[in-house]
């Protein structure tokens, strides 16, 4: 009863938010949130990034060790996305970003927070971190189907990332006005972020029921499996092991979205939009069933 208790304590609060975002979505079809987007790529992405891992005991080997894991299972995601979408004679170019590129941040971060506290945050930080990177990096080149230096350039959550592990690798404390700060925005973001997704649930439409079904399978249900692998092929255990699981049964992010919206044709908009809102409606069964599992064999 306890186990059930503390899985209702975890996911209550992030799913309350994304229904609180699906009711305001409801209430106004037409409600924007370019401001939103706008504010998590600039500000609130880059805090969470700061805020996550200099505030919870992650060590440098702590973060190198599982940004090495999250490459793998990226990786992983990846090729299976290729099998999926070449398959199924999709777009592997441009579609392939909402296979290997879950939602670890918005709706990872506090799940994972709530269930293992600052240090499984801490953890979920670290995974995020590359597919945050990714996100402004690989995302956007193969919406583009093109190389651009200047993105990166561009991506304030690159510069912060690599100035976050600095001071991770030197041991040295982040000012405690910088950590004061990162912890207001970065909260705002995930709030702001999960009723922007609850928002999007009633703007994104489903145009291939079928093919979504199919290609949220390739995310939600194959992911945790995959995550389950490198878990014990790692011989992995305790508080980060089931943060690992539980990063890798996140849905699409819907950042593969907005960035397919604004570099790619309708038509592979149309199938991104898809599978991340039948991804995210998956989700609502398989991540409670992937987080009791994570809490009961992975304390």
Do not use: W
């Not at 899985?7 to 979505?25: K, Q, Y």
Request: charged fraction near 10%.
């Amino acid at each position: 009863m306890e186990l059930y208790l503390k899985l209702f304590e975890v996911l209550f609060p992030v799913f309350f938010i994304v229904g609180i975002g699906f009711f305001l979505g409801k209430k106004n079809p037409n409600l924007d949130t370019a401001f939103i987007t706008s504010y998590a790529a600039n500000f609130g992405t880059p805090a969470l990034v700061v805020f996550a891992l200099t505030s919870t005991d992650v060590t440098f080997d702590i973060f190198a060790e599982y940004f090495t894991y999250s490459l793998i299972l990226l990786s992983s995601f990846a090729l299976i996305g290729l099998i999926f979408l070449v398959l199924m004679k999709k777009d592997f170019i441009r579609e392939l970003p909402t296979f290997f590129l879950p939602n670890t941040g918005n709706m990872g971060i506090p799940i994972c927070f709530f269930a293992y506290g600052k240090l499984g945050m801490g953890v979920a930080a670290t995974i995020s971190s590359l597919v945050i990177l990714l996100h402004f990096t690989a995302n956007i080149f193969l919406a583009k189907r093109k190389f651009d230096f200047s993105i990166i350039a561009k991506s304030p959550s690159f510069y912060v990332i690599i100035l976050t592990v600095a001071f991770l690798y030197f041991g040295k404390e982040m000012p405690k006005f910088v950590l004061n700060t990162t912890m207001l925005l970065s909260y705002a973001m995930i709030v702001m972020v999960l009723m922007s997704l609850g928002i999007a649930l009633t703007q994104m439409k489903i145009f291939s029921l079928k093919d979504s079904i199919i290609t949220s399978i390739g995310r939600v249900i194959l992911g945790p499996i995959v995550g389950f692998f490198i878990i014990k092929f790692f011989n992995l255990s305790g508080f980060a092991a089931g943060v690992l699981l539980i990063q890798s049964s996140m849905p699409s992010a819907i950042l593969c979205y907005l960035v397919a919206s604004m570099y790619s044709p309708k038509k592979n908009v149309d199938n991104i939009s898809s599978t991340i809102v039948v991804s995210t409606l998956m989700s609502l069964v398989t991540v409670p069933i992937t987080v009791f599992i994570a809490l009961k064999y992975f304390a």
